[in-house]
């Protein structure tokens, strides 16, 4: 099943530019998996060792108000990914 995947302009440097793109999975963990598969290196900008999102993405599913997800939240064919980053300091 094909999921649209956008990734944040931080991130667009590991896919050449590329802001939207479709990859496959069950779960959004899965999605990930396969968008490193496209853009090795990714995952280490978005994961911790444990496999945790850190805490300057958040990843939200289809628009519904923008809620954070976990990353074993089932999606569909049709489901739409969005990684965000967070402006960091202090």
Same mark, same amino acid.
């Given at each position: #099943?094909?999921? !649209?995947?956008?990734?944040?302009? $931080?991130? @667009?440097?590991?896919?050449?530019?590329?802001?939207?793109?479709?990859?496959?999975?069950?779960?959004?963990?899965?999605?990930?998996?396969?968008?490193?598969?496209?853009?090795?290196?990714?995952?280490?900008?978005?994961? +911790? !060792? @444990? =496999?945790? &999102?850190?805490?300057?993405? %958040?990843?939200?599913?289809?628009? +519904?108000? &923008?809620?954070?997800?976990?990353? +074993?939240?089932?999606?569909? =064919?049709? +489901?739409? $990914?969005? $990684?965000?980053?967070?402006? #960091?300091? %202090?």
């Amino acid at each position: #099943m094909s999921v !649209r995947l956008k990734l944040p302009p $931080i991130l @667009q440097e590991f896919s050449g530019g590329v802001e939207t793109l479709e990859v496959s999975g069950r779960t959004v963990a899965e999605c990930l998996e396969e968008l490193e598969a496209q853009f090795p290196g990714i995952k280490e900008v978005l994961l +911790d !060792r @444990q =496999g945790k &999102l850190l805490r300057a993405f %958040g990843v939200y599913l289809n628009n +519904d108000g &923008l809620h954070p997800v976990e990353l +074993d939240t089932p999606v569909q =064919g049709g +489901d739409e $990914i969005v $990684i965000l980053n967070f402006l #960091m300091g %202090g």
